[in-house]
């Protein structure tokens, strides 16, 4: 009951406010060599935005490429020198937009609004100056340079698929038995609880395993999404994943009691988040900031984070510290609560 | 020392009281029946017995181990058998076997000869799987997975219901056998006539034991005057006795009907011949021994 | 005949090379209980189901309520009663909307079947249960309530398979009673059954061994012919000659 009537309210906000095509609380970084007059209006227009958080100035491209690289920025706007000199007398000036190509929405969506701005500038300009003048923008793409969408959707896949296998499975597999009455004998035998539990988990780990060298391998030679950063260090994340997933499904089985409450509760309460919440689809920054909140407890989110970054950017390790950190957390936290919750009695 | 001892265990669901300050025990080596309908407690005494549930009330020891704290030590020790057999229906019969005595550490070599008797009808069918075989087949497999460890107590819970008589008496059989080998066997059934194959039994009636004793001491002291009572034409000789003076109660047994007579000065050729007068024919009354049947009617009231 | 409301001639179900119903052919007259009676695995359900209309004949032929169970399956199920141990009520409803529901698919009206509700509570002795849901009821209780509500359309023929499994000694024959006055009624009653006490109970009985129907008559004869004191003996002796291990 509650699930039907809860059901549709949770996904319509859910829906309603995360899925929104809009970008919000962009942060832009500004690098400003020629510091005159038309660059200073520029970035106050862009100030005045909306959709446009504080800018950021910074000195030199190194820095500039640090604040993007450390995910500190969306979007990395660089001047050329004398820019306002080369508007006024060759009347083109050129701008370079440096954003992020994993997920090709958003960066069409970005790369929209700044141009958008500097089209309205440039009229602005040419009417008070009455000559023709062009701000040309080059935009160029880290990591995805042919705003390939494989790219986005390869790592969103991969944490949903092992959602999907290792929680839901798990926990039917589970309850499957307490339907049967299987479980009843198992408990009354001397074998431990956990071993069951173990048993449980193992196949589906190793399953999960076959499953992860099957998409990457499809993904990096059907699709092309590159493998720029370490495979051991992608691997053990994923891994990590799995585990948590698995602990998922337990938890989910010690709570329910039969199959379809099992498939309902994984299904609509796990996946749907996952898709919505997990920055698959939809990109995280630009959700209320309550829904923001939401996302970092989906497992998923984190992982898919780690695989952008580790697979398509080519980072290593320490750029993926804090989202393991937290998927290690939360594996251990739900394993433990799973555990102790898995009762060897009935009621 | 007793096999098992149970003393005043409740336990209750909710608002339902599913049994009530239960006691028993059962001595090494018995064959004890816990005779009762559906509902009156049975599962919910076995899963307390085999430490699936714990009591809210009362004690119990199985082998003189507590269910409720020793209970890791007693499932090495006790076989179970579930009301809907626990089997995994998708794997061979072979496979269910090793996989139980797997789970208790043990092959199914080791105690083959236990399980011979019952597992080897089954032997041909080795490679079907456990869900296509019938009732009285996966009884069978049942058993044997549940005796694969060599426990030295057997809960069975309804292993004989919606079997059909032949395989009924097949599987009381095998139980007197288990029992020659000193495995104390606890029982459930809603089958009255099954009552008088154990050593002794419980009347089961809503979470309470109505009488525990052996069959022929809880039949020995069925005090009414019971006799049985026959004509061609059944349903009107019922509705007749129902109404008829000094008769307390008429049941259908078979293909007579039993009444209990209040009327001490009423005999049976009295009957036999108020009955003819009323236009009965091939009429027949005759005193007759009480069934199980008959002791858990009266006790029930 | 116009008194016969079920016959059967050569009927035969195959699955595969296996037969789970073999050549069997018989009649059951109107207000007739007849016990089906057979081992696990000797076909009765195969034979059930085809009666019902639920499964289609692999040769022979069947009438059940005058009507063809292959070619009119649709007249056939709506002309019958079923009830069994395993499916009878929703337990999630209450005891008025369950005959409410039963009714309505029947397609009786709402007057009839407020007044025939009323009857049916009285005669059950119910009336303080209307309002209980199915599942809070006793099994007994639930079984009686089952066959009445199989039967609130006025069937011809109801089918009933185990009826009384689990059932206590008391509610057990309180059901058989109300078997009884259905048949007075006029309506047939096929019935299965465990216990051997009840084969007594029926009219004539049918014993299937491995798909076949090895005897029938009523018990009384076949206790003479058998020359056994009752039912159970009957049902060894025949029952034992099975071939068939499963």
């Known amino acids: 009951m509650l699930i039907l009537f809860g059901m549709p309210i949770v996904q319509i906000i859910l829906f309603g406010f995360a899925v929104t095509t809009e970008v919000q609380n962009i942060r832009l970084a500004v690098l400003d ?41 969306d979007i990395v706007l660089t001047f050329e020198e004398n820019f306002q000199e080369n508007l006024l007398h060759t009347g083109t000036a050129s701008i370079q937009l440096l954003v992020d190509g994993t997920d090709p929405n958003m960066c069409k969506i970005l790369v929209g609004y700044v141009s958008n701005i500097l089209t309205t500038y440039q009229q602005k300009f040419s009417v008070s100056d009455r000559t023709k003048t062009q701000i040309i923008p080059h935009v160029k793409m880290l990591y995805n340079p042919q705003t390939k969408s494989a790219y986005n959707f390869v790592p969103g896949v991969m944490g949903l698929i092992f959602m999907l296998i290792c929680a839901m499975m798990t926990s039917i597999s589970i309850v499957r038995e307490k339907e049967t009455g299987t479980m009843e004998v198992l408990l009354v035998s001397p074998i431990k609880p956990l071993y069951i539990v173990f048993a449980k988990m193992v196949p589906y780990f190793v399953l999960s395993c076959v499953n992860l060298t099957t998409i990457l391998l499809l993904s990096v030679y059907v699709l092309g999404v590159p493998m720029s950063g370490n495979l051991g260090l992608l691997v053990a994340i994923s891994m990590l994943f799995i585990l948590v997933a698995l602990a998922i499904g337990l938890l989910i089985s010690t709570i329910v009691d039969t199959q379809v409450a099992a498939m309902l509760v994984s299904g609509m309460i796990l996946m749907l988040p996952v898709i919505l919440l997990s920055g698959m689809i939809y990109t995280i920054e630009s959700m209320p900031v309550l829904l923001q909140y939401a996302s970092h407890m989906i497992p998923a989110k984190w992982y898919i984070v780690c695989v952008k970054k580790v697979m398509i950017e080519g980072l290593g390790f320490s750029a993926v510290f804090h989202e393991v950190i937290i998927l290690f957390s939360m594996a251990v936290a739900l394993l433990t609560v799973s555990i102790k919750l898995f009762k060897d009695r009935l009621q | 020392m007793a096999a098992i001892s149970v003393n005043k265990i409740s336990k209750s669901y909710r608002n339902i009281r599913a049994l009530q300050e239960i006691s028993f025990e059962v001595k090494p080596g018995e064959l004890f029946g816990i005779i009762g309908p559906d509902g009156a407690g049975k599962t919910t005494l076995f899963r307390i017995l085999t430490t699936l549930m714990v009591p809210e009330e009362g004690t119990a020891t199985v082998n003189g181990l507590d269910v409720v704290t020793d209970y890791k030590e007693i499932r090495k020790q006790v076989g179970y058998m579930p009301g809907r057999f626990s089997l995994y229906q998708d794997m061979t019969v072979e496979e269910n076997l090793s996989f139980f005595a797997t789970l208790f550490g043990t092959t199914v070599r080791e105690n083959y000869d236990l399980v011979k008797d019952i597992y080897q009808p089954l032997e041909k069918f080795k490679t079907r799987r456990a869900g296509k075989l019938s009732g009285g087949m996966k009884q069978k497999l049942a058993l044997s997975c549940a005796l694969i460890h060599k426990p030295s107590v ?51 009636r809503e979470g309470e034991f109505m009488r525990i004793a052996t069959p022929q001491e809880i039949i020995g002291s069925y005090q009414e005057i019971l006799w049985a009572v026959r004509s061609s034409k059944m349903s009107a000789l019922l509705a007749e006795l129902r109404t008829f003076e000094g008769i307390k109660s008429c049941f259908s047994f078979g293909d007579t009907l039993h009444i209990t007579v209040s009327n001490e000065q009423l005999l049976p050729a009295t009957l036999k011949s108020i009955l003819e007068n009323n236009g009965h024919t091939d009429v027949d009354v005759y005193p007759i021994q009480a069934t199980i049947e008959d002791c858990y009617m009266l006790l029930a009231k | 005949m116009d008194n016969i409301v079920i016959e059967t001639d050569l009927l035969t179900k195959r699955f595969g090379n296996f037969t789970a119903v073999d050549q069997i052919s018989f009649q059951v007259t109107k207000g007739e209980i007849f016990g089906f009676l057979g081992a696990n695995g000797a076909g009765k359900t195969t034979a059930m189901r085809m ?39 929703y337990e999630d409803l209450k005891v008025w909307e369950n005959i409410r529901l039963y009714g309505g698919i029947y397609g009786l009206n709402e007057k009839e079947i407020a007044e025939k509700t009323d009857r049916l509570l009285q005669t059950l002795q119910f009336e303080s249960e209307r309002n209980t849901m199915v599942k809070s009821l006793p099994l007994g209780w639930k079984q009686k309530l089952a066959f009445s509500v199989a039967i609130f359309h006025e069937p011809k023929i109801v089918f009933l398979d185990e009826p009384t499994g689990g059932v206590d000694p008391v509610t057990r024959r309180q059901f058989w009673e109300l078997i009884y006055e259905a048949s007075d009624r006029g309506i047939t009653v096929f019935v299965t059954t465990h216990y051997m006490d009840e084969a007594e109970y029926c009219h004539r009985v049918s014993i299937m061994v491995d798909g076949r129907i090895e005897a029938l008559d009523s018990p009384k004869n076949l206790k003479q012919q058998y020359g056994v004191k009752n039912m159970q003996e009957v049902f060894y002796h025949l029952a034992q000659t099975a071939k068939r291990g499963d």
């Open chain 3, 51 to 89: 009666l019902c209309g639920l499964s289609i004949p692999t040769s022979g032929t069947g009438t059940v309520a005058g009507y063809d169970i292959t070619k009119q399956s649709e007249m056939v199920k709506r002309n019958i009663g079923y009830m069994s141990q395993k499916f009878s009520l």
């Open chain 1, 33 to 73: 060599p020629s510091n005159d007059q038309a660059t200073t209006e520029i970035i106050r227009e862009l100030q005045a935005n909306t959709y446009f958080g504080p800018v950021m100035y910074v000195h030199t491209t190194e820095e500039a490429n640090k604040a993007f690289l450390k995910n500190k920025a």
């Open chain 2, 154 to 204: 057997l809960f069975l819970d309804e292993p004989t219901t919606g079997v059909d008589p032949v395989s009924r008496k097949d599987f009381w059989e095998m139980l007197r056998r288990l029992k020659k080998q000193g495995i104390t066997i606890v029982v459930s059934t809603p089958y009255m006539d099954e009552a008088v194959l154990c050593d002794r039994i419980g009347l089961i």
